[in-house]
């Protein structure tokens, strides 16, 4: 979910970028800025998808002591 969200919030910025330089720069840089958002969007997106969203295991490991047990 998390990721979802990070991507339409940088989908949203590139569409705003891109109609506020509409009228002071070439298409062609403006594609280029639209392209390194969207970019920075889906790669981040899909960073935060792969590490994030997993769901959490129920039995956290045990962590082990170094003291030995006396028997």
Not at 26 to 52: A, C, E, T
Not at 58 to 68: G, Q, T
């Amino acid at each position: 979910m998390t990721s979802i969200l990070f991507f339409l919030f940088f989908a949203g910025i590139a569409f705003l970028l891109f109609f506020i330089l509409r009228k002071t720069l070439k298409i062609v840089f403006r594609l280029i800025v639209l392209g390194l958002v969207l970019l920075i969007g889906i790669v981040g997106s899909m960073v935060i998808w792969f590490n994030l969203d997993k769901p959490k295991s129920k039995n956290p490991p045990v962590k082990k002591s170094n003291v030995k047990s006396v028997r």
